[in-house]
């Protein structure tokens, strides 16, 4: 399981974008704001590398779906988080500056204490698909309900009962898909 620190770094670059954007917007405004944005652009797009990196290096398995839910929509609904800092970063003084570092605080806690950590846009840009799956190892038939509800990355946009994919664990209920098996 990841660290509490790398958990928030992967955080961070759920709001790679964000960062972006910000370095643009503060260019020839503030130096302070423009530099601490390209820091954190290049720390945050670092920090998923290292993550995808080490997670790739772990040891596969197959597992087969039983049931599988979209949830790329959750990466879309995080992403419009982005919308409140964007417009406010530079309406007033430091009180601004203040209130969107606590408010993306508040939004980092509940991010990563509800295991949202996956709804990540900068992994929707690498082409990761975010779904919600039952699925075993077993050969034999399980009932859906007797299989824990995981996440996976995967690059195929589509899953299907019975699909079978290898895949490594980043957590007990994450996991990166390889590849879809014929």
Request: charged share 15%.
């Amino acid at each position: 399981m990841p660290t509490r620190a790398f958990t928030g770094l992967l955080f961070l670059s759920s709001y790679n974008p964000f960062f972006l954007l910000l370095a643009v917007r503060s260019y020839h405004r503030s130096c302070v704001i423009f530099t601490a944005a390209v820091v954190l652009f290049v720390v945050s797009l670092a920090a998923l590398e290292v993550f995808l990196w080490s997670a790739k290096r772990k040891a596969s398995y197959e597992t087969r779906i039983v049931t599988v839910e979209n949830r790329d929509a959750d990466v879309a609904a995080y992403a419009a988080t982005y919308l409140l800092p964007f417009l406010t970063i530079f309406g007033g003084g430091w009180q601004d500056i203040l209130s969107v570092v606590l408010f993306l605080v508040f939004i980092g806690v509940i991010y990563v204490n509800s295991r949202m950590i996956y709804a990540n846009p900068l992994l929707a840009l690498h082409g990761y698909h975010l779904l919600l799956v039952r699925a075993t190892t077993s050969t034999e038939v399980v009932p859906a309900d007797k299989l824990q509800p995981q996440y996976i990355l995967t690059h195929d946009r589509y899953l299907r009962n019975e699909d079978k994919v290898a895949v490594v664990d980043v957590t007990p209920d994450v996991l990166i898909g390889l590849t879809t098996a014929p």
